[in-house]
């Protein structure tokens, strides 16, 4: 969501403005207080809107920063904090013109406190637990107070290592009682020996990451991306090898999985999910997920509790074609183990590609776009808008009643494309509007104008993960009346930036001092209002999976306004069905079957565990547990049809390699029985109807 692609002659002004304003300053020869004051720089003059770097702002970086490295309020001491408030008021001034103190500061206690903590760590799990007794820990930020001493410090780290131990303790019970070996047949005093055994090797390693092979550059980058991220949510900085590894991330070959392994709270976690990709077409691995354990082939996994991410990715990554287990813990509390084969990653797999939905002679045309991509570099590459292009020639050489155009899920790509994409539907006019900081808008035409490749019945799907070039598309499609947005209100990310870095601001190119992404700019719909914060509102309302777990743009205190500019001359479609008829229709089917409700009740309940204290009763926690699977089971059962829809692709590609031609036979039968495809597929129906049209009347064109 975070990387989309736009124009560059709209963002040259900003660069030029960046590149040529020098500073009014002698040379810094620290290396941190040249980076810290180059970023505040490029904030101030090149940020689409800037805060204000004052004593507010700065209050902001030291409670953020402060929250980032302890999120649970266990590492600092009350009087650490106290410490620290001195420089509440004065880091704007570090950020401007004074040496880097705050972080030096904060760091050296950091790592004080951690080093306290585990060597104290042996002696907090040398007696049994009782997990009989009525307790629980909370670990929200919010809700806790900072430790007084080292006792009370003590106290938390305990139950930490407790609820840890209990995790454990119940898994080698459920072991138990499915295995018949006798290795396995452990007494309960020993397995809960093993258990506390398992947490204090666990939160060892943990500690010793954070301590030792997490370096003061990275808690650095940290904090400047604390700063940046207070100015937006996705002004980001990267320090240069940070950079390196987003760029590999980019460029999607190496033998692997298909995901972006990241850390929270001493576990390993999925941070994102790339389309296509092997772990994507399991449709089990999403982003958020905790790694618990790492599986090679029939192998016994490893338990990855406190593993660093290299030594996680070396589990993780290994020989193609071979099957590597990951157990996963899923947001909503239940736990799964998932086998992904491991494969060179192909770009092919995330291209737009099609199918065809029959029932009786009723076919409707379904259209998958993962990201908006673009030809880039010398070797150029494929347009998504000319493959949408190919893929609607193929849905109406077939004849279909209708078109679903998936964009669930589909973060963005390239501004260029997805004005392109909105002229294969649209015969003129603008797509989209462009403001940049100093207020000028710039419309964006399809430049074939006219040539309108598909003009009958269009769905567009979309849910709370459906952002940027996602989002302008359907909005464009809505305010031209010419299709139906079916799903859950879109993200809401509205701007654009650009990576810069930070060596353009010292005319040194050889010293890499690393890249911030800037927000330069931000999109409006024609109808002028912006997708900022508000994203894009269905006509037809399927409620997402995790709408309830603050996910999109408007959760983030620092997200930019929302706000509207003058719109734009445009004509809507002259053959728009009627929006009344349709809901009506809709809202009597599912009406009829309270499904929606069901999945509301059951997303809403399942969110609201993640806010609930731990538990340290074995018997509460077991039984929470129960009630987690039981819902979140129901709750997938809810998404899926009892009986399978009818799913064809359109023109197989016969040079497609094994792993591709796998990937597209896991697709097909993945949507045989999605129910919101089903329910985009009936509005097609309606929408012929609409306009007085059977579906059996239609032609090919």
């Given at each position: 969501?975070?990387?989309?692609?736009?124009?560059?002659?709209?963002?040259?002004?900003?660069?030029?403005?960046?590149?040529?304003?020098?500073?009014?300053?002698?040379?810094?020869?620290?290396?941190?207080?040249?980076?810290?004051?180059?970023?505040?720089?490029?904030?101030?003059?090149?940020?689409?809107?800037?805060?204000?770097?004052?004593?507010?702002?700065?209050?902001?970086?030291?409670?953020?920063?402060?929250?980032?490295?302890?999120?649970?309020?266990?590492?600092?001491?009350?009087?650490?904090?106290?410490?620290?408030?001195?420089?509440?008021?004065?880091?704007?001034?570090?950020?401007?013109?004074?040496?880097?103190?705050?972080?030096?500061?904060?760091?050296?206690?950091?790592?004080?406190?951690?080093?306290?903590?585990?060597?104290?760590?042996?002696?907090?799990?040398?007696?049994?637990?009782?997990?009989?007794?009525?307790?629980?820990?909370?670990?929200?930020?919010?809700?806790?107070?900072?430790?007084?001493?080292?006792?009370?410090?003590?106290?938390?780290?305990?139950?930490?290592?407790?609820?840890?131990?209990?995790?454990?303790?119940?898994?080698?019970?459920?072991?138990?009682?499915?295995?018949?070996?006798?290795?396995?047949?452990?007494?309960?005093?020993?397995?809960?020996?093993?258990?506390?055994?398992?947490?204090?090797?666990?939160?060892?390693?943990?500690?010793?990451?954070?301590?030792?092979?997490?370096?003061?550059?990275?808690?650095?980058?940290?904090?400047?991306?604390?700063?940046?991220?207070?100015?937006?949510?996705?002004?980001?900085?990267?320090?240069?090898?940070?950079?390196?590894?987003?760029?590999?991330?980019?460029?999607?070959?190496?033998?692997?999985?298909?995901?972006?392994?990241?850390?929270?709270?001493?576990?390993?976690?999925?941070?994102?999910?790339?389309?296509?990709?092997?772990?994507?077409?399991?449709?089990?691995?999403?982003?958020?997920?905790?790694?618990?354990?790492?599986?090679?082939?029939?192998?016994?996994?490893?338990?990855?509790?406190?593993?660093?991410?290299?030594?996680?990715?070396?589990?993780?990554?290994?020989?193609?074609?071979?099957?590597?287990?990951?157990?996963?813990?899923?947001?909503?509390?239940?736990?799964?183990?998932?086998?992904?084969?491991?494969?060179?990653?192909?770009?092919?797999?995330?291209?737009?590609?099609?199918?065809?939905?029959?029932?009786?002679?009723?076919?409707?045309?379904?259209?998958?776009?993962?990201?908006?991509?673009?030809?880039?570099?010398?070797?150029g590459g494929r347009s998504c808008a000319d493959d949408v292009a190919t893929e609607l020639n193929k849905l109406k050489a077939a004849g279909v009643d209708?078109?679903?155009?998936?964009?669930?899920?589909?973060?963005?790509?390239?501004?260029?494309?997805?004005?392109?994409?909105?002229?294969?539907?649209?015969?003129?006019?603008?797509?989209?509007?462009?403001?940049?900081?100093?207020?000028?808008?710039?419309?964006?035409?399809?430049?074939?104008?006219?040539?309108?490749?598909?003009?009958?019945?269009?769905?567009?799907?979309?849910?709370?993960?459906?952002?940027?070039?996602?989002?302008?598309?359907?909005?464009?499609?809505?305010?031209?009346?010419?299709?139906?947005?079916?799903?859950?209100?879109?993200?809401?990310?509205?701007?654009?930036?650009?990576?810069?870095?930070?060596?353009?601001?010292t005319g040194q190119p050889e010293v890499d001092l690393g890249t911030v992404h800037l927000t330069i700019q931000k999109y409006y719909r024609v109808n002028?209002?912006?997708?900022?914060?508000?994203?894009?509102?269905?006509?037809?309302?399927?409620?997402?999976?995790?709408?309830?777990?603050?996910?999109?743009?408007?959760?983030?205190?620092?997200?930019?306004?929302?706000?509207?500019?003058?719109?734009?001359?445009?004509?809507?479609?002259?053959?728009?069905?009627?929006?009344?008829?349709?809901?009506?229709?809709?809202?009597?089917?599912?009406?009829?079957?309270?499904?929606?409700?069901?999945?509301?009740?059951?997303?809403a309940w399942l969110a609201a565990q993640r806010e609930t204290a731990l538990e340290l009763n074995i018997d509460r926690f077991k039984a929470k547990d129960?009630?987690?699977?039981?819902?979140?089971?129901?709750?997938?059962?809810?998404?899926?049809?009892?009986?399978?829809?009818?799913?064809?692709?359109?023109?197989?590609?016969?040079?497609?390699?094994?792993?591709?031609?796998?990937?597209?036979?896991?697709?097909?039968?993945?949507?045989?029985?999605?129910?919101?495809?089903?329910?985009?597929?009936?509005?097609?129906?309606?929408?012929?109807?609409?306009?007085?049209?059977?579906?059996?009347?239609?032609?090919?064109?």
């Amino acid at each position: 969501m975070k990387k989309n692609a736009f124009f560059a002659a709209l963002c040259l002004p900003i660069v030029l403005l960046l590149v040529t304003k020098p500073f009014n300053r002698a040379p810094i020869d620290d290396r941190y207080d040249r980076i810290l004051h180059i970023v505040g720089q490029m904030l101030k003059q090149g940020h689409y809107s800037p805060k204000n770097l004052d004593n507010q702002f700065s209050e902001k970086v030291h409670h953020a920063y402060l929250k980032e490295l302890d999120e649970e309020k266990s590492l600092f001491l009350q009087g650490d904090i106290d410490d620290f408030k001195p420089f509440q008021q004065s880091i704007d001034e570090e950020i401007d013109h004074a040496p880097v103190d705050f972080f030096y500061k904060v760091n050296d206690r950091y790592k004080q406190r951690l080093s306290e903590i585990k060597n104290r760590l042996a002696d907090l799990s040398k007696s049994p637990y009782d997990f009989s007794k009525k307790d629980s820990l909370v670990t929200e930020f919010e809700l806790r107070s900072y430790p007084k001493n080292a006792k009370a410090q003590d106290e938390f780290w305990t139950k930490k290592l407790k609820f840890i131990a209990l995790e454990k303790l119940v898994d080698l019970q459920e072991q138990k009682e499915k295995s018949k070996a006798d290795s396995l047949q452990l007494t309960d005093a020993q397995m809960e020996e093993k258990a506390r055994e398992f947490a204090r090797t666990t939160m060892d390693k943990s500690l010793d990451r954070m301590l030792n092979k997490t370096s003061d550059d990275d808690r650095f980058s940290m904090f400047v991306t604390t700063i940046t991220n207070l100015m937006d949510p996705h002004t980001d900085f990267f320090m240069p090898v940070e950079k390196r590894a987003w760029n590999e991330k980019l460029s999607g070959k190496f033998y692997g999985i298909g995901a972006l392994i990241g850390q929270e709270n001493g576990y390993l976690q999925i941070s994102s999910v790339s389309p296509g990709g092997p772990a994507w077409r399991t449709g089990e691995v999403n982003d958020g997920d905790l790694i618990m354990k790492i599986g090679e082939g029939e192998k016994a996994p490893v338990d990855v509790a406190g593993f660093d991410i290299p030594d996680g990715v070396k589990l993780i990554r290994g020989d193609k074609g071979t099957t590597v287990k990951l157990t996963l813990k899923k947001a909503d509390g239940t736990v799964k183990v998932v086998p992904i084969e491991r494969e060179e990653l192909k770009l092919e797999e995330t291209f737009a590609k099609s199918c065809i939905i029959s029932n009786g002679e009723r076919k409707t045309g379904y259209l998958f776009l993962p990201k908006f991509y673009t030809p880039m570099g010398d070797d150029g590459g494929r347009s998504c808008a000319d493959d949408v292009a190919t893929e609607l020639n193929k849905l109406k050489a077939a004849g279909v009643d209708g078109i679903v155009m998936d964009l669930r899920n589909n973060g963005g790509g390239s501004l260029y494309e997805v004005v392109k994409m909105a002229g294969l539907f649209v015969p003129s006019g603008p797509m989209v509007q462009v403001r940049d900081g100093d207020g000028k808008v710039s419309p964006l035409f399809d430049r074939d104008e006219g040539n309108v490749v598909y003009d009958g019945p269009l769905v567009v799907m979309v849910n709370e993960f459906s952002a940027s070039a996602s989002e302008i598309f359907a909005a464009a499609i809505q305010d031209y009346k010419r299709g139906v947005i079916v799903g859950s209100s879109s993200y809401g990310k509205g701007t654009v930036q650009r990576p810069i870095p930070l060596s353009r601001m010292t005319g040194q190119p050889e010293v890499d001092l690393g890249t911030v992404h800037l927000t330069i700019q931000k999109y409006y719909r024609v109808n002028g209002s912006s997708t900022q914060l508000k994203g894009v509102i269905p006509d037809l309302v399927l409620p997402g999976s995790y709408e309830n777990y603050k996910v999109r743009e408007k959760d983030n205190e620092s997200a930019l306004v929302w706000d509207e500019i003058k719109k734009q001359g445009y004509v809507t479609w002259s053959k728009a069905p009627d929006l009344n008829f349709l809901s009506q229709r809709f809202k009597n089917r599912v009406d009829s079957t309270a499904y929606l409700s069901k999945i509301q009740a059951n997303t809403a309940w399942l969110a609201a565990q993640r806010e609930t204290a731990l538990e340290l009763n074995i018997d509460r926690f077991k039984a929470k547990d129960k009630a987690i699977n039981e819902r979140a089971k129901a709750t997938r059962e809810l998404f899926q049809l009892s009986k399978e829809m009818n799913v064809q692709r359109v023109g197989e590609d016969k040079e497609a390699s094994p792993s591709s031609a796998s990937y597209n036979t896991r697709w097909v039968n993945s949507l045989k029985k999605d129910r919101y495809l089903y329910e985009a597929s009936r509005v097609i129906d309606d929408i012929n109807e609409s306009l007085g049209k059977s579906p059996v009347s239609m032609k090919k064109d």
